[in-house]
Nanobody, 123 residues
Framework: QVQLVESGGGLVQAGGSLSLSCAAS????????MGWFRQAPGKEREFVAA????????YYSRSVKGRFTISKDNAKTTVYLQMNSLKPEDTAVYYC????????????????WGQGTQVTVSS
């Protein structure tokens, strides 16, 4: 079992950057495929990015590809999401998740979740 805690959210102007972190405790994150999801008010939870157990393979949704970068530090048991060129439509609560299958875009395939961190992008 693994516990996940996100941090780094906040308010930023359009075009700006934010860096999110997901700190894991319990079982090491090298045992899991990791992902970031987001959920805006009134919308379904949406896949953002995923990274393999080893950290050498990544996968992004079309809406964030080229702007966001997912990475992980297995030694520090932390997963990161660097978000650049932010847009108002990126506003959402961002969640870190751990699962078994790399690249899964369905949130139901992930077993463990953090509590989320709010990202607000103003126009």
């Amino acid at each position: 079992q693994v516990q996940l805690v996100e941090s780094g959210g906040g308010l930023v102007q359009a075009g700006g950057s934010l860096s999110l972190s997901c700190a894991a405790s319990g079982r090491t994150i090298s045992s899991y495929a990791m992902g970031w999801f987001r959920q805006a008010p009134g919308k379904e939870r949406e896949f953002v990015a995923a990274i393999s157990r080893s950290g050498d393979i990544t996968y992004y949704s079309r809406s964030v590809k080229g702007r966001f970068t997912i990475s992980k530090d297995n030694a520090k048991t932390t997963v990161y999401l660097q978000m650049n060129s932010l847009k108002p439509e990126d506003t959402a609560v961002y969640y870190c998740a751990a699962g078994q299958r790399f690249g899964a875009v369905n949130h139901e395939e992930y077993d463990y979740w953090g509590q989320g961190t709010q990202v607000t992008v103003s126009s």
